[in-house]
């Protein structure tokens, strides 16, 4: 919401339950109150990123959830149609093997676990509407519930919690102003498909979380590098996975950053916020 008021356009956001001010309450799951929403604000763009980004959660023993997940989105694509709204919708790169990343958009999808498989087919849904799908990966930045590797990663390590970061998994984190603003741009810009949104530094999960670490400050030495098979998880992840960006550097003026550069803004943030 901010990269679009940063761009000059008025952003209304949805909440599931308690509304705040330029939000609207939407149960996602109702195609009437979806309607309600799209036809009270009438909107030229619909940002559709509304997700559970846990993949322990979709391999799950409770398909009820995911197919009502497919079903959320195919509600909101036909009443962004119906409306005349252009719709973006945002994937990951776990429609991938992560057998011979970074990906682009032309690779085939052949994905590993449930969540990888709802989002394919979210994207065949988003695509039959002539959507936008922003493919991207390993967001982070500034989360007050503290839902991605970086803020945990924090928060672990000013408590002198020793962290477990797997050397395997090979992706491209992405700074979430950087890709806020890029996917606004991509939607005024009314562009259709699949886009890579994503970092520009192709780097492994233990080197990342060392990397956030120096650029706060704290104690990297209290992250262990460990294999994705000693963790134990019920989703298969995609290793050597990421994803290419050749396309949106061209067909964007965003610059899209290196984890460094990510980090670094995310902690002038924090000392501007703090001063």
């Known amino acids: 919401m901010q990269a679009i008021a940063d761009a000059g356009h008025d952003a209304i956001g949805t909440v599931t ?16 109150d979806i309607e309600r929403v799209v036809r009270t604000t009438q909107p030229d763009v619909i940002h559709l990123a509304a997700a559970t980004g846990d993949a322990e959660l979709w391999d799950a023993p409770h398909a009820v959830t995911v197919e009502v997940s497919v079903s959320d989105v195919q509600k909101v694509a036909q009443r962004a149609a119906a409306h005349d709204a252009h719709l973006v919708f945002y994937s990951s790169d776990h429609v991938f093997d992560g057998n011979n990343g970074p990906y682009a958009e032309t690779d085939p999808v052949a994905p590993m676990s449930v969540h990888g498989e709802l989002k394919a087919q979210a994207e065949r849904i988003v695509f039959a509407h002539e959507g936008l799908i922003i493919r991207t990966a390993g967001v982070f930045g500034w989360d ?3 839902r991605n590797v970086v803020t945990r990663l924090l928060h672990q390590l000013a408590d002198g919690v020793e962290v477990i970061a797997p050397v395997d998994q090979i992706g491209t984190p992405t700074y979430a102003p950087n890709l806020a603003a890029a996917s606004v741009e991509a939607a005024l810009r009314r562009r259709l498909g699949i886009l890579h949104v994503a970092g520009t530094s192709l780097i492994d999960r233990y080197s990342f979380s060392c990397a956030a670490a120096s650029a706060f400050g704290l104690d990297a030495r209290r992250i262990v590098p460990v294999d994705t098979r000693e963790l134990g998880r019920r989703a298969a992840r995609p ?10 550097r061209r067909l964007l ?6 984890h460094r550069e990510g980090l670094s803004l995310m902690v002038a943030s924090r000392d501007r916020t703090t001063a």
């Open 144 to 146: 007050p519930h503290g």
């Open 239 to 248: 290793l050597n996975a990421g994803l290419r960006t050749e396309r949106a």
């Open 17 to 32: 339950r308690e509304p705040a001010p330029g939000n609207m309450v939407l149960d996602i799951h109702s195609a009437e």
């Open 253 to 258: 003026e965003t610059s899209l950053l290196g």
